[in-house]
């Protein structure tokens, strides 16, 4: 069975590999009803998507997702990226608060390139700079690989920009709790996006105990729901993360994390082969994604309840009050 709900999406905004109208083609064909585009510390894809939504009578809820380090969790240091989705949140407060971040990092990364440069790594800067500024350490990385430091972007990662005279240029990221705070400021809701998945340079997966204990800090952070049916995970992944969300008492989400990637004429190496990506629904043989809790909490949002008043009815199938949102418009 196919999810009608697609609440993680990346376009060419962000790292993805086609258009906002490529994405939303994709969408129609695949049945899918409601859905966020989501790009990395970037919203202007939400302004698209909107209109296209409108014009053929589909469901988008703003969306993003944001890169945050760690600050200690889980015995992680700030080198290590978590990702928090943000949804139903103001565009313009959450655009303001992405030009206050976008325009620190823009510094920090200037002053990592350029103490590499000093330390006699001969880098192209035509190779890392776009649109005049480095929008992440990963672009660096795959230029110390171009440049024979590296032998793949985890070793230019593990050997070089996480060695302790670089961590800290990776400290300019929010920390999870102000990612989650960000979101709350801008009257979002803040999901945990693929929970066993991090990164450092690479992608990295975390344990189930590591993920039990950083549920833990989430809880207290404040998030709003789990991303729980994921395309790239097996079945026993997500039988854990149903069981993590209903014990951290919050609303399962629905995601692919898509990204169009054409090998042919892809941006990102790590994409490659990575045909789960592609997906544009949720389809797994055996699991049938629950989509009324997090249907039900963006309900809540959008018709101005609180969370605390509308979430608890959808666990029981109701609506409370008449006002849910659903894939085919209030009601």
């Known amino acids: 069975m196919k999810s009608k709900i697609n609440l993680h999406i990346h376009t060419a905004h962000s790292d993805g590999g086609k258009t906002v109208a490529q994405v939303f083609d994709g969408l129609k064909e695949a049945g899918v009803d409601l859905f966020s585009i989501t790009d990395h510390d970037q919203v202007v894809g939400n302004l698209e ?11 988008h809820i703003n969306g993003v997702e944001l890169s945050c380090c760690f600050n200690g969790e889980i015995g992680f240091d700030a080198t290590y990226v978590c990702h928090i989705v943000g949804l139903c949140f103001d565009y313009e407060k959450m655009r303001a608060e992405l030009v206050r971040i976008s325009a620190a990092k823009d510094v920090m990364m200037a002053a ?13 800067a035509g190779a890392v700079y776009q649109n005049g500024r480095i929008s992440e350490r ?7 690989v171009h440049k024979g430091y590296a032998q793949d972007n985890n070793e230019a990662f593990s050997k070089i920009l996480n060695a302790e005279k670089y961590r800290k240029y990776a400290e300019n990221l929010p920390t999870i709790r102000q990612a989650i705070d960000i979101i709350h400021a801008c009257d979002g809701l803040a999901v945990w996006a693929h929970p066993f998945g991090i990164a450092r340079g690479g992608k990295k997966e975390l344990t189930g105990a590591q993920v039990e204990e950083l549920s833990k800090n989430m809880l207290s952070y404040g998030i709003d ?29 629905v995601a692919t994390d898509y990204h169009g990637i054409d090998p042919a004429n892809e941006k990102n190496p790590e994409y490659i082969g990575k045909v789960v990506r592609e997906q544009l629904y949720f389809e797994k043989a055996g699991i049938t994604p629950d989509d009324a809790d997090i249907v039900a909490l963006i309900g809540a949002k959008l018709s101005g309840q609180s969370e605390r008043e509308k979430w608890p009815a959808s666990k029981t199938g109701g609506c409370g009050g008449g006002n849910c949102f659903h894939p085919y418009g209030r009601r």
């Open 49 to 59: 998507a909107d209109q296209l939504a409108q014009k053929f009578g589909m469901a």
């Open 138 to 144: 990963k672009l660096i990385g795959y230029e110390l």
């Open 112 to 124: 990592l390139f350029d103490a590499l440069k000093a330390d006699g790594y001969r880098l192209g």
């Open 225 to 253: 729901a789990v991303e729980v049916y994921y395309q790239e995970y097996p079945a026993e992944k997500i039988r854990a993360l149903e069981d993590l969300a209903r014990r951290m008492d919050k609303p399962k989400s």
